[in-house]
């Protein structure tokens, strides 16, 4: 056991333990995998964790501006209670919606021209968008039809279109005028499911107002078969949103909802950095003889939201593993053909090549260790990741190069001189 030991965690840095690679089992390959990525997704999750209160404290500007919300002749109190958020602005108590990227007197009050400030504190999740729904041809995107257009449609015809929800900013209002149409639509065109529901709304041929949001939620079902977006689904569809680079479209905000809250700014030396998460049980006041709990906020949702980023890396690792165990059959596979190529053994046993290049996963993450561990505190973390495991690709390699060159040069000699002995003979 001890000798294994030795070989096990010593064959990446010794040449004796590496050469026994060849003769052992292939587990030992897939052990060393194993734990490699292991340790990887536990270094990755835990250094971005530990590194993010020093990028918030590195963002000066950031919180000049933060702080600066809560302090002022318009300053904002935010109150979390249960999970639950209430905001006032001083001078007016019943404003509970801002935005600045929207409404130019809001603009004047609450941004600075580079961040810029959502609140909306309303029961968010029951308030429903006054969207549009359009259908788009699958094979041809500018190609956009309505709903009467569509339902014109054959059934074959209506395979080549999916639904597309577009958010508006403003709520939906629903009126009994409106409320009757949903009951006459789902009434005739709803399976029999949704008929069922809406007979539970339905009392004396009328609908309590409390039961309006139930009975659109099952109208826009039965008319789009799809769910119908809330006002909390617009906010975060909005400003979580992503081009087709895979970039934020929306950058250097602070988005105060109901019972979540999402906050994206830029470090004092560049590195984009964003937080969005439910305020969960956090109980705070911020105000402007609170501002530390403005901070406090911020990092308290990091924290509590830690679940979401072993989550993200998980999924990281996993792309990552995946790529890396291509590598480690491509890299035998190209040793074997040069083994072929140059006469040497050693290099033509794929099998071989193969369990020693394995034997090479837990030490190959060594330089990323060092790198993640300085780089987390100052690099964006997608940079730290990607740049990581590519050390370890790019280690495992050069590993691979050292180990068997002087055994291709050797076997080379050797093969060569039995070839001019034999010539000779």
Known sequence: MVQWLKYFFGNFFNKKYAEQSAKRSYCNGLLSFLLAMILLLVLFATMAMAAFPAYYDNSQEFSAYYRGLFDGDNALSLSIVDGKADLTVAGNDSKKVINTYLDEQDKGMFSDGKYNLVVDVRDISALYNDCTVNYVNRSDKKKVIDYDKYMSLSDNEKRNYYVSVICGNEVLQID??????????????????????????????KVAEENYGK??????????????????????????????????????????????????????????VSVSGYYGKTRLTVNGT??????????????????????NY??????????AAFAWVLIPLLFTVIGFICKSPSLGNFGGVFKTVGG?????????????????FLLNQTYVFYLGVALTLATMLVRTLIHYIPIAVTENKQYKAQQAKNDNA
């Open 360 to 376: 090479f996963w837990l030490g190959a993450i060594c330089p990323t260790v060092l790198w993640t561990v300085v780089a987390s």
């Open 215 to 272: 009975v659109y939620e099952l109208y826009f079902n039965a008319r789009y078969n799809t769910k119908a977006p809330s006002m909390r689904d617009y906010y975060i569809d909005t400003y979580l949103a992503t081009d087709s680079t895979g970039a934020s479209v929306y950058n250097n905000y602070v988005v105060l909802l109901k019972d979540i809250a999402l906050f994206s700014w830029r470090t004092d030396n560049g590195q984009s």
């Open 314 to 323: 998980f999924l990281y690792m996993t792309r990552a593993a995946l790529t």
């Open 176 to 205: 009994e005028e409106k409320i009757n149409t949903y009951v006459e639509f789902v009434a005739q065109n709803g399976s029999n499911n949704a008929k069922n529901k809406l007979n539970a709304f339905v009392a004396d041929g």
């Open 290 to 311: 609170d501002l530390e709990n403005a901070d406090k906020l911020v990092k308290n949702m990091y924290a509590a939201n830690s679940e979401a980023v072993w989550i």
